[in-house]
């Protein structure tokens, strides 16, 4: 078995990376968010809406991400696949006119994922896309020249575990099928970890952020949060930190995501984490899958992501939406109809999404969401005429946010009534727009 312990300058390359960042390493438990990154904490937020990019050799199986596991292939066997891995058709400048289209500002895509297969040109490996590929190019570094000249930020979702790494071991809740010898140095594994982060914070431009990824296949690891997290800032102060750990947050996390569930909630079982104060982040697929899959053809509407969308917002959360690409490095026509239409959405509908915070108010109809002195009222579900809400505040103004048409506001006790114009045949959400007396 070839091992990813074929490293090309392995720990010499290390050591530089630690003597880059300074050593020792501020511990994050002290962590104080530096101005730039509670100013990009604020960024993150108004921003809302991300594409998340589940892309890697797996694609070319047609069977998601998570393949390797699925169906116990060995990891010298896997190798096989990246041979057969030539994204010919990956054009960086129309995946991020795609995302401004769709109104996103962001995009999170993997790194390197469970596979352990970096999506980058690595120096500590020649598991990667440059060196194993017949394609050979580092496509996060095209994509991050082309988010740079589009003005779209952008994130790295990097997984802790690996599947693929030696020394990744004791073996966690997953991995143990991939033909690895029982032993390794885990000490090595995170001193490699490290110094991938410290490549993609290096060499990438400026990076959004790091999407942390795996860790709940080991939770009692010593896994050295502080050192990374303290690398990590110490490289990029602005850089937002998250993971996906599925519990609270740690020390140095600047973010909080939840999984296929708006925050609060956990339908899908793995969000028992308490909703922190940080600024908040849920993650979805279109279809069922996050990487490609070709036999998923069930497909959310473009309503229903709109709606949900909605929710997150309302819950004060960005919403972070799958594409899982082709192996040939498109993203399917199926996910940019749906993602052009929820752009078309956002054109008419985008200043009641983006730059707002959520709340104050919601109810069985929906949500509400508030910026610059103006509380937007989703109504998601309500045929009715007459809308009774709680008051946000002293209404000046009531307008549909469609087509500015005026709506009768009525102070009753406790609240106020809206009158709403007949709901048009198949709105997805009827936005109000109350300008508040400051
Ligand atoms: O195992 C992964 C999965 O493949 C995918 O990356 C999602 C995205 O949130 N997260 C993991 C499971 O928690």
């Not at 078995?1 to 002290?30: E, H, N, S, W």
């Not at 095209?142 to 994130?155: P, T, V």
Request: glycine letters at 10%; aromatic letters at 12%; proline letters at 5%.
């Amino acid at each position: 078995m070839r091992t990813t312990a074929t490293m090309k300058t392995g720990i010499a390359f290390v050591l530089v990376i630690a003597a880059q960042v300074g050593q020792p390493l501020a511990a994050q438990d002290a962590y104080d968010p530096s101005p730039d990154n509670l100013a990009a904490r604020a960024w993150f937020q108004d921003a809302k809406f991300g594409l998340f990019v589940h892309w890697g050799i797996y694609s070319v199986l047609g069977a998601g991400e998570w393949v390797m596991q699925v169906r116990g292939i060995p990891a010298d066997v896997y190798e096989g696949v990246a041979a057969q891995f030539n994204p010919v058709r990956f054009d960086a400048a129309a995946w991020v006119s795609l995302v401004k289209d769709a109104g996103m500002s962001y995009i999170t895509i993997t790194a390197k994922h469970h596979d352990g297969f970096a999506m980058f040109d690595s120096a500590v490996t020649d598991w990667d896309i440059v060196d194993r590929t017949p394609y050979g190019r580092d496509v996060l570094a095209e994509l991050a020249e082309e988010c740079s000249r589009q003005g779209i930020k952008l994130f790295f979702y990097y997984s802790q575990l690996d599947w693929h790494h030696p020394d990744y071991f004791p073996r966690g809740q997953t991995g143990q099928r991939t033909g690895r010898p029982d032993d390794g140095d885990w000490q090595n594994y995170l001193h490699f970890m490290d110094a991938q982060l410290a490549e993609l914070l290096t060499n990438y431009g400026e990076v959004g952020g790091i999407w942390f990824d795996g860790m709940w296949d080991r939770p009692d690891a010593e896994w050295a949060l502080e050192h990374t997290y303290g690398m990590i800032h110490g490289l990029q102060p602005a850089t937002l930190v998250g993971s996906n750990h599925h519990r609270d947050p740690f020390p140095g996390e600047d973010f909080q995501m939840f999984e296929k569930d708006l925050p609060g909630r956990n339908t899908a079982g793995f969000n028992e984490a308490a909703v922190s104060e940080l600024p908040l982040e849920t993650a979805e697929t279109i279809n069922r899958s996050w990487g490609f899959n070709l036999t998923d053809a069930d497909y959310k509407s473009a309503d229903e992501l709109i709606r949900y969308l909605v929710r997150a917002a309302g819950a004060d959360a960005n919403f972070l939406l799958n594409v899982g690409p082709m192996p040939d490095g498109r993203i399917q026509p199926e996910f940019q109809e749906r993602l052009r239409s929820v752009g078309d959405w956002m054109r008419t509908y985008g200043r009641s999404i983006r730059g707002t915070r959520g709340g104050p108010i919601f109810g069985p109809w929906g949500v509400s969401t508030t910026g610059n002195g103006t509380v937007f009222v989703h109504v998601l579900e309500w045929n009715g005429r007459a809308l009774a809400i709680p008051s946000p505040g002293i209404v000046e103004e009531a307008q549909l946010l469609r087509d500015g048409s005026a709506v009768t506001v009525q102070e009753v006790e406790g609240g106020i009534v809206l009158t709403l114009p007949e709901r048009p045949e198949g709105l997805v959400d009827e936005v109000v727009q109350l300008t508040l007396a400051r």
